[in-house]
């Protein structure tokens, strides 16, 4: 199946600090990417779709102005966490489908753990 | 009403023995649906997908859809405890760059 690099798969940073997360289609071109977050014993909640060359749009209740999206060529999108806390801490996951047909199934990053202390 | 719904178990099954786990979605209109097995603390891995009705094997794996009943279903035979993870239902609608959209998951733990 394509691949779908995630960087970092892990990361502890200070509150009020910046965190950037990568997502890359390795094998791939991928015009959208999807980002979702996780959190302990819930399902993956999408947070916005990253749209190449253009503003990503944002599910209900997730702030843009704090989950900077930016997806900058066909193959890198990244999420930027500004001044996270502590209820930013959560399993964020990214994910890319190839640009053909109708019915592709998404692949998946490995994931970015985010503990915010 | 969740768009795609899944007793979220857990489901405890012996060694051996058939594993059949259940989701059924909201909207009519999807046209993809997946099964995704998830790992604690792991990104999800796509272990099955369908798009049309009926059923489809793959090895100990069978998916089955009914888009009229707006029910989708996977099977494992010979479960074994490898095979305890979460189990993630996913549908996503007409469209290369549709979303995907998640259920809860089945937490499935098979005993040895």
């Known amino acids: 199946g394509a691949v779908v690099s995630q960087h970092p798969s892990r990361v502890i940073c200070k509150s009020g600090t910046s965190v950037k997360i990568e997502c890359r289609s390795l094998?791939?071109?991928?015009?959208?990417m999807f980002w979702y977050r996780q959190f302990p014993k819930q399902s993956l909640m999408l947070m916005a779709t990253?749209?190449?060359?253009?503003?990503?749009?944002?599910e209900q209740g997730v702030e843009k102005d704090k989950f900077l999206i930016n997806h900058a060529s066909l193959t890198l999108s990244t999420l930027t966490v500004t001044s996270a806390h502590p209820e930013d801490s959560s399993f964020y996951i990214c994910?890319?489908?190839?640009?053909?047909?109708?019915?592709?199934?998404?692949?998946f990053g490995q994931g970015t753990r985010l503990t915010v202390v | 009403q969740k768009e795609v719904e899944q007793n979220s178990g857990p489901l405890s099954v012996p060694e051996g023995a058939i594993a059949s786990l259940n989701c059924t979605y909201s909207?009519?209109?999807?046209?993809?649906f997946f099964w995704y097995r998830q790992y604690s603390g792991k990104s999800p891995e796509l272990i099955m997908s369908?798009?049309?009705?009926g059923d489809k094997e793959d090895g100990r794996f069978t998916a089955q859809l009914n888009k009229a009943s707006q029910y989708v279903s996977l099977l494992i035979r010979d479960s074994q405890p490898s095979d305890s993870a979460t189990y993630l239902c996913?549908?996503?609608?007409?469209?290369?760059?549709?979303?995907?959209?998640f259920g809860i998951g089945t937490k499935l733990q098979v005993i040895p």
């Open positions: 990253s749209n190449e060359g253009s503003k990503a749009t944002y």
């Open positions: 996913a549908v996503k609608g007409s469209g290369g760059y549709q979303k995907v959209t």
């Open positions: 994910s890319a489908s190839p640009l053909t047909a109708t019915n592709t199934e998404a692949f």
């Open positions: 909207d009519r209109v999807s046209q993809s």
């Open positions: 369908i798009y049309s009705n």
């Open positions: 094998d791939f071109q991928a015009t959208t």
